[in-house]
């Protein structure tokens, strides 16, 4: 005996009321299907200008890899002044992370919203990734820009752009070195300058 049909409540042969194959099914998908939602928590650690651990309300760390840019390393020219930016902006303070990709390194990608530096009491509305690309202390991570809204894609772009043509940042020297070359460069035993 079936009542609601497939999607519905059913009677077994023992008499026993069960769900039906559908609703079964469905139940099913809807806890296999992962739950997205935006975690918020407060700024513990910054390795450096890409790269953050959120500690959120159940004391589970995440270690972020911020979306949309590719800042230099800690060794390379500007990677400790593009790791101090990030450090001002949201290190101690309450974040929201907006993202769900992992990386192969197991990070979660995500755009790291933070309250304005002058008014803590704001909601979080400044993209941390966004403030360090507009400080010249980041490149456009051009790479996965496939991945970010056409919003965030333009304004990211000319974000770069902008710092590109005031030589803010890493854009005073003539011809910095994006990370992505300088990390292949030291993987293939190329030297690169590391005092900044």
């Known amino acids: 005996m079936r009542f609601g049909g497939c999607f519905g409540w059913e009677i077994n042969l023992m008499g026993c009321l069960t769900l039906s194959e559908g609703m079964r099914y469905l139940l099913f998908l809807l806890v296999s299907l992962p739950v997205f939602a935006d975690v918020t928590g407060v700024v513990v650690g910054v390795a450096d200008g890409d790269t953050v651990t959120v500690l959120d309300a159940a004391k589970t760390r995440h270690k972020v890899r911020v979306a949309g840019i590719d800042a230099p390393e800690k060794a390379q020219p500007f990677?400790?002044?593009?790791?101090?930016?990030?450090?001002?902006?949201?290190?101690?303070?309450?974040?929201?992370?907006?993202?769900?990709?992992?990386?192969?390194y197991g990070r979660t990608v995500a755009k790291v919203w933070v309250s304005p530096p002058d008014c803590q009491r704001c909601p979080q509305t400044l993209d941390a990734g966004l403030a360090v690309l507009t400080s010249g202390l980041a490149w456009h991570y051009k790479k996965y820009q496939n991945e970010q809204s056409p919003e965030d894609r333009e304004r990211y772009a000319f974000s770069e752009d902008e710092a590109r043509s005031k030589h803010a940042g890493l854009w005073a020297e003539a011809n910095p070195a994006p990370p992505w070359e300088w990390r292949k460069s030291r993987r293939s035993g190329g030297e690169q300058n590391s005092n900044r």
């Open 79 to 104: 990677g400790q002044r593009a790791k101090q930016r990030m450090s001002v902006l949201v290190f101690g303070k309450v974040v929201r992370l907006e993202g769900h990709k992992q990386d192969r």
